[in-house]
C-alpha cells in the first residue's frame, strides 16, 4: 500500500537466489530482507564480524612480533591484546555509524526522527556489514594478495552499506555515499587517536 507498486517478487523466491541477489548488491533483495523477512540477527552477526576483524588484526600483530619465549606455556591463555583489537574494532564501528546518522540528521533533518525509522536503519546497516565475514576465508587461505582481498573486502562492506542506506531511507544515490564518507572519515580519526596514543591497530 505504502509504495503503490506490486507486491515484491522476492516472495515467492527461494532463499539462497535472494542471498545471491543480496550479494550482487540489489536494492530490491535488500528491500524484501529488511522490509519482508522477520530476520533478527543483526546483533549476533555484528559481534561475529567484529570477531573475525579483531581476529585479523591480533594475527597481523602477532606476525609482527614474534616473540617466542619456551617458559610462556600459556601464552595464547592470557592473551588480551584480542579484547583490546576487539574493543578497538568496535568503537571503530560505532564512531562509522555513528558518523553516518549524524551526516543524515545534518543534511535531512525530517529523517531519523522517530525511534522506529533509527533502528530500522541501525539493523539495516548492521546486516549490511555481512561482507566482512569473508575475512574468514581471507586468513585461512592467506597469500601474497592478501592486502588485495582485504581492500575489496571493505568496498564491498561499504557499497553494501550504501545500499542498505537507501533502501531503508528511500534516498538517491548521493547521499549514502555522503554519510558513508564522513562515517568513514569519522573512524579513521578514531584510527588516528589509538595510533597517537601508542596503540597497535
Not at 13 to 35: E, T
Not at 41 to 70: M, T, V
Not at 87 to 92: C, K, T, W, Y
Not at 190 to 197: A, D, H, I, P, T
Request: a positive charge; proline letters at 4%; hydrophobic letters at 50%.
Amino acid at each position: 500500500k505504502s509504495c503503490q507498486k506490486p507486491v515484491d517478487k522476492y516472495i515467492e523466491y527461494d532463499p539462497v537466489i535472494i542471498l545471491i541477489n543480496a550479494v550482487l548488491c540489489k536494492a530490491q533483495a535488500y528491500r524484501h530482507i529488511l522490509f519482508n523477512t522477520k530476520i533478527n540477527i543483526h546483533g549476533k552477526l555484528c559481534i561475529f564480524c567484529l570477531l573475525c576483524e579483531a581476529y585479523l588484526r591480533w594475527l597481523q600483530l602477532q606476525d609482527s612480533s614474534q616473540n617466542i619465549d619456551p617458559d610462556d606455556l600459556i601464552r595464547y591463555a592470557k592473551e588480551w591484546d584480542f579484547y583490546r583489537m576487539f574493543g578497538i574494532a568496535s568503537l571503530e564501528q560505532t564512531s562509522f555509524l555513528f558518523g553516518i546518522f549524524i551526516t543524515l540528521r545534518w543534511m535531512r533533518p525530517e529523517m531519523l526522527k522517530t525511534k522506529p525509522d533509527f533502528i530500522l536503519l541501525l539493523k539495516a546497516l548492521l546486516l549490511s556489514t555481512y561482507g566482512k565475514l569473508l575475512l574468514i576465508p581471507a586468513v585461512i587461505w592467506e597469500h601474497d594478495y592478501t592486502p588485495l582481498c582485504l581492500a575489496f573486502i571493505k568496498v564491498f562492506v561499504l557499497i553494501s552499506n550504501s545500499q542498505a542506506i537507501r533502501v531503508t531511507l528511500n534516498l538517491n544515490r548521493m547521499l549514502p555515499w555522503l554519510a558513508i564518507i564522513f562515517g568513514l572519515i569519522l573512524e579513521n580519526s578514531v584510527v588516528c587517536l589509538f595510533q597517537k596514543m601508542g596503540w597497535d591497530v
